[in-house]
């Protein structure tokens, strides 16, 4: 059931026309410095299974998500909070949470493409984050 209305949910994103910046619009965005690196679908990069997120939402290669560190979850960037980070076109959003050891850090989900994660390496950039009005 949770693959169906998974794809069902790619497949309405992808017809829809309207642009990232149009679903945010009543969004305030604040900005903070992060450390972003980038992950997989792999099991050697998870505790678990590699294609449920802690929130336990499913992974699919494609999907523009990330996972936070959890003193960022204090700062709102919560679940489902969208952000937008530097050097990257897309919104992505938050489906996911680190280790507690990790802070100040996000990591991109890059499905399978473990070479363009390899490519990303470790970054320090600005991210923008919305929260509703």
Request: net charge positive; aromatic share 10%; charged share 25%.
């Amino acid at each position: 059931m949770i693959m169906r209305i998974t794809i069902l949910t790619i497949v309405f994103l992808s017809l829809c026309s309207c642009k990232d910046s149009d679903l945010y619009a009543d969004y305030n965005w604040h900005t903070i410095e992060v450390t972003a690196t980038a992950y997989n679908s792999l099991s050697n990069q998870t505790d678990d299974d590699p294609h449920i997120t802690a929130f336990g939402d499913s992974l699919v290669p494609g999907l523009r998500y990330i996972a936070v560190s959890r003193d960022l979850l204090k700062k709102g960037l919560k679940h489902d909070t969208p952000v937008k980070i530097e050097g990257l076109d897309s919104i992505y959003v938050v489906k996911d949470k680190m280790h507690y050891r990790w802070k100040n850090h996000i990591d991109i989900y890059m499905g399978l493409n473990v070479k363009a994660a390899m490519a990303w390496g470790r970054k320090n950039v600005t991210i923008a984050y919305g929260i509703p009005k």
